[in-house]
């Protein structure tokens, strides 16, 4: 009877870790992607020399009217094994104080520092870049240098 019930009870121990385990997982994996609109202090766009150099040139800030379309379209990445060039950075700013950055040209991106997701590269799922859709560059203008 012992051999039982022990084994009764190991086996209910699992599917309670189990139960508790993989939605705090989940959640966690998802934390870059599903962030609230009132989480955000700002959204910018930073355009650097050089992606992992730095040297900032440039820096746009998103209006907050668009925050929250922002965030449904960049919620639509996925994970994406691909390099890419590029000179902007976007900077999610929470209002805790944490930074969420990206290398980006719109389309793809490259997470900065994470330990939330196993992948390091995404692609929207869209076809839109975010770039010319929420900061007005044109593709032709990338990384351009402006005059002062």
């Known amino acids: 009877m012992?051999?039982?019930?022990?084994?009764?009870?190991?086996?209910?121990?699992?599917?309670?870790l189990i139960c508790f385990t993989v939605p705090f997982l989940t959640i966690s994996?998802?934390?870059t992607?599903?962030?609230?609109?009132?989480?955000?202090?700002?959204?910018?766009?930073?355009?650097v020399d050089h992606p992992y150099l730095s040297g900032k040139v440039d820096s746009l800030k998103l209006d907050a009217k668009?925050?929250?379309?922002?965030?449904?379209?960049f919620a639509d990445?996925?994970?994406e094994?691909?390099?890419?060039?590029s000179c902007y950075v976007i900077k999610i700013h929470l209002k805790d104080?944490?930074?969420?950055?990206?290398?980006?040209?719109?389309?793809?991106?490259?997470?900065?520092?994470?330990?939330?997701?196993?992948a390091i590269y995404f692609k929207l799922n869209k076809r839109i870049n975010l770039a010319t859709k929420y900061w007005g560059i044109q593709e032709d203008?990338?990384?351009?240098?402006?005059?002062?």
Do not use: M, W
């Not at 051999?3 to 209910?12: A, E, I, L, P, R």
């Not at 668009?66 to 379209?73: K, T």
């Not at 990206?102 to 997701?117: A, C, M, S, V």
């Open 97 to 118: 104080g944490q930074l969420i950055s990206y290398r980006t040209n719109g389309q793809l991106f490259e997470k900065f520092r994470d330990e939330n997701t196993t």
């Open 77 to 79: 990445k996925r994970e």
């Open 29 to 31: 994996c998802r934390q």
């Open 33 to 47: 992607t599903n962030i609230s609109p009132g989480q955000i202090e700002s959204v910018d766009l930073i355009q």
């Open 66 to 73: 668009l925050i929250a379309d922002f965030l449904e379209d």
């Open 81 to 85: 094994i691909c390099k890419f060039y």
């Open 141 to 148: 203008e990338f990384c351009k240098h402006k005059e002062n």
């Open 2 to 16: 012992r051999v039982v019930s022990c084994n009764f009870y190991q086996t209910t121990i699992r599917l309670l």
